[in-house]
């Protein structure tokens, strides 16, 4: 059973900035691919971005590229979300999410395609 923490969450002032963190137990990270998702109250989780097991290939959603960067350590057993240019509407529990994928080059934003879950962290953009 992988386990994980997912931490970082805070509250920020609009246009501020926040990094994620989500540390994986063993040293075993290289082999899954790590989607980072999001749910605001009443809303459906969404996928925010994700990174392929060797951090080869990244995907976002459109409403936060050019603001989120995902990246890994695998030495250190962590993928990491930097957020800038926060806004209001980032406000949500983001969860750390991973499948094992060791030979995939690619990954994905939805929620179906995982199956390890952390606990989430909350990030709220209030001024």
């Known amino acids: 059973q992988l386990q994980f923490v997912d931490s970082g969450g805070d509250l920020v002032q609009p246009g501020g900035s926040l990094r994620l963190s989500c540390e994986v137990s063993?040293?075993?990270?290289?082999?899954?691919?790590i989607g980072w998702f999001r749910q605001a109250p009443g809303k459906e989780r969404e996928g925010v971005s994700c990174v392929s097991a060797m951090g080869g290939s990244t995907n976002y959603t459109d409403s936060v590229k050019g603001r989120f960067t995902i990246s890994r350590d695998n030495a250190k057993n962590t993928v990491y979300l930097q957020m800038d240019s926060l806004r209001p509407e980032d406000t949500a529990v983001y969860y750390c999410?991973?499948?094992?994928?060791?030979?995939?080059?690619?990954?994905?934003?939805?929620?179906?395609?995982?199956?390890?879950w952390g606990q989430g962290t909350q990030v709220t953009v209030s001024s």
């Open positions: 999410a991973a499948v094992f994928r060791p030979f995939d080059s690619r990954c994905s934003t939805q929620t179906r395609d995982y199956n390890y």
């Open positions: 063993g040293n075993v990270l290289q082999y899954y691919v």
